[in-house]
Every structure is written in C-alpha cells, then in structure tokens.
C-alpha cells in the first residue's frame, strides 16, 4: 500500500513539470494563442461533461436505485471524474480525461479495480450460500449453560447444533442421508 502512495505522490509532482513541457512543445508547434485556446476550450468542455454528469444523475439514480451492484452508479463516477481532468489546464490530464469517457476503457478499470479490492477480501472467510434445506439453526450461547433458558430467549424452536460447511461433493443434506 505504502509503494501505492510514494507512486501517486510522486506522479502528482511530476505531473505539473510533465504539463509544462508538453504545453511548451505544443505551442512551439501551433502557436501560443492557439494553445491556449485549445486548452481553454477543453476546460470549457469538462465544465459541461460535469454539469450534463450531474443532469444525469438523477435519472440514473433512480434507474439503478433497485440494483444491488457496486457497478450501477459507476459510469457517472467516471464521467464525474473525466470532467474534473478536463477541466484542470493541461494537455495530458485532457487526454486522460478523453480516455475515461470511453465506455470499454470504463469497464477495464473497473475490472482491474475489482481485482485489486478482490486481493484484499481473499483473505476473509468465503461465504457458503446454502439452500434452506441444507442448514439448521444453531442455538446461540447466552452464557448460562441452562438449555430451556437459552431457548427462552429465542422465539424460534430449539434445534441441535449444528456445523454448516460447503459440501466437497453433492449438497451436505444428501452427505446426512447417505451417512444414516
């Protein structure tokens, strides 16, 4: 994480020399009016990218208001953020903010993304989705080792406890009738 942060700090002071030299470069071959033109008008355009972003937020709120992915309010992030770079002066924050209003490129970010955090929650403990008749409700421990008191405090019905693991093959409710 640390080597991720030292990358980002130093591209962030890279950038402003990297800007300069490519402004430079382009005007040497356009003209400086012209350059500056072309980069006011590119701060002009990621003025309104933001504000249409913002026009179509809402109707992609409520579209994406019944999904439950992480991905539903993704592009209007992205589209967000391409504004922003448009908007800062500068010729390579423009191009970077070009390339993000690209949908396919939009979706490789995300994916490579998704990936990174995916590393992260590799090291948590998997989640076993089970069908309702492959699983018993285990009794929760209050403390006091009396079973009826334990069992008074739940309004469902006592059952054994039972250790719900994942299958190695077939569904565990057919491992529990080939085992009887």
């Known amino acids: 994480m640390m080597f991720r942060v030292h990358w980002v700090l130093a591209g962030l002071l890279i950038l402003p020399i990297a800007e ?15 350059a500056l033109i072309l980069m006011l008008a590119t701060s002009l355009a990621g003025a309104a990218v933001i504000g249409g972003a913002g026009r179509g937020a809402r109707a992609r709120f409520r579209a994406s208001a019944g999904a439950d992915t992480p991905e539903a309010g993704i592009p209007g992030a992205f589209t967000v953020i391409a504004g922003i770079l448009l908007l800062v002066p500068g010729f390579l924050t423009d191009i970077a903010g070009i390339l993000l209003l690209i949908p396919a490129l939009q979706r490789r970010i995300l994916a490579k993304l998704l990936r990174s955090f995916g590393d992260v929650r590799r090291n948590a403990a998997p989640v076993v989705e089970l069908d309702p008749d492959e699983w018993q409700r285990v009794a929760e421990e209050d403390g006091s080792k009396d079973p009826k008191r334990a069992a008074a405090a739940h309004s469902c019905r006592p059952a054994p406890a039972v250790l719900a693991t994942p299958p190695e093959s077939g569904s565990s409710a057919s491992r529990g009738k080939e085992e009887q």
Request: hydrophobic share 80%; proline share 0%.
């Open 20 to 34: 300069l030299a490519v402004f430079f470069a382009i005007a040497s071959e356009i003209g400086v009016l012209a």
